[in-house]
């Protein structure tokens, strides 16, 4: 849930305050795990929070309530959560634009870019050189995708910041009243040694979202601004993304 580090010192100062429908959750023994994070969500429970339970064994039938890794909590309540936004999604109207998003942080680089179509998802990193998953001397990179409209079946190989970043992008799509084919790119440089897990790419991409987009009528434009906005180069991205060259394979359609 963040980073970690010894404690010098700790003060108890009172009980915490856990919220009413947390409570109303962990009372009901019959409730199954995956109802309960989403009746969680929908009620304003942060994210956060509903991980922390599922970590250790609130939710769900009492006979199958266990003690849950932090990390596989995690990314079970991403992928739940983002699962059931994507229902919704998935029956709005087709965005008729071209989005263009870029946040930079902390020696990262997120870019989200949202083309017509039917909902499809896919997830791409670069990790240069020196970096936490990369202390060598080359470039690696790696990509998710969500294997179009009706989503994936399998985990993604990425792991966590593939559902993370999913979740975000329902909620911003939810927010526009729009679905879309969405391509979500991250650039990791020098310098970024923090192991600070999957939250860091969940919040970023919110904030991504929270930006005001750039508006582009065609692919070209969005491909063209791509290039501009990551070190590394546009033909990178379109060998790593599936998604981007059968969009831009459909462009190159003759008409009639």
């Not at 609130?58 to 909590?73: D, E, I």
Request: aromatic share 12%; with cysteine.
């Amino acid at each position: 849930f963040g980073p970690a580090g010894e404690a010098e010192r700790v003060r108890l100062l009172g009980n915490p305050a856990v919220p009413k429908p947390l409570e109303r959750v962990y009372g009901d023994e019959g409730m199954k795990a995956e109802e309960a994070v989403v009746y969680l969500y929908e009620r304003g429970v942060p994210v956060s929070q509903i991980q922390r339970a599922f970590s250790v064994g609130a939710l769900g039938g009492v006979r199958m309530r266990r003690l849950v890794p932090t990390r596989w909590s995690i990314t079970a309540v991403d992928d739940i959560v983002s699962r059931h936004l994507l229902e919704r999604v998935r029956r709005l109207e087709q965005l008729d634009e071209y989005l263009f998003f870029e946040r930079k942080y902390a020696d990262n680089t997120f870019i989200a870019i949202l083309a017509p179509g039917p909902w499809s998802y896919e997830w791409i990193e670069a990790w240069f050189p020196h970096t936490t998953w990369n202390p060598g001397r080359h470039c690696g990179g790696g990509g998710g995708r969500g294997r179009g409209f009706r989503g994936r079946t399998t985990y993604a190989s990425l792991g966590g910041c593939y559902y993370a970043a999913r979740l975000a992008t329902a909620e911003y799509l939810l927010r526009l009243g729009r679905q879309a084919t969405a391509v979500l790119i991250r650039e990791i440089y020098e310098g970024f040694f923090l192991p600070i897990g999957v939250w860091f790419v969940r919040e970023n991409v919110r904030q991504l979202f929270a930006g005001r987009p750039e508006r582009y009528s065609s692919l070209r434009e969005v491909l063209e601004r791509l290039s501009r906005a990551t070190r590394l180069p546009l033909s990178t991205w379109l060998s790593a993304s599936r998604l981007l060259r059968d969009m831009l394979r459909q462009e190159r359609l003759p008409v009639g």
